[in-house]
């Protein structure tokens, strides 16, 4: 039997932001993609839910998680710990943006 996992992240713009996604920002929404992967613990549970995650990029780099959203909280605490070890360049044009993240993970056979 084949398991085919799936995460599939979408990208939300918020609030205030400039709307023109530059090479950095690119870079930064492949980066989060490839960081964010479906966990081991959700595929022996089966887990399927989306997690909403409003976060900020500080100055020095590092990911801000300001608020979350899942009827799963194990995968909502999941997300934030793997965002949180993304670190950025201080020359980012990210540096200081806001983003909101919808990440989908479903579980399919």
Not at 12 to 40: C, M, R
Request: glycine share 4%; net charge neutral; aromatic share 10%.
């Amino acid at each position: 039997m084949k398991i085919k996992i799936l995460a599939l992240v979408v990208i939300l713009l918020a609030g205030s932001l400039v709307t023109k996604a530059g090479n950095d920002e690119l870079s930064f929404k492949q980066t989060v993609i490839t960081k964010i992967q479906y966990p081991e613990f959700a595929k022996e549970q089966k887990l399927e839910a989306d997690v909403w995650v409003s976060f900020t990029v500080t100055e020095n780099g590092e990911i801000t998680v300001n608020q979350t959203n899942s009827i799963e909280p194990d995968l909502m605490d999941y997300v934030k710990a793997e965002l949180k070890k993304i670190k950025v360049n201080s020359d980012n044009e990210v540096i200081g943006k806001t983003f909101v993240y919808r990440f989908t993970f479903k579980y399919q056979e």
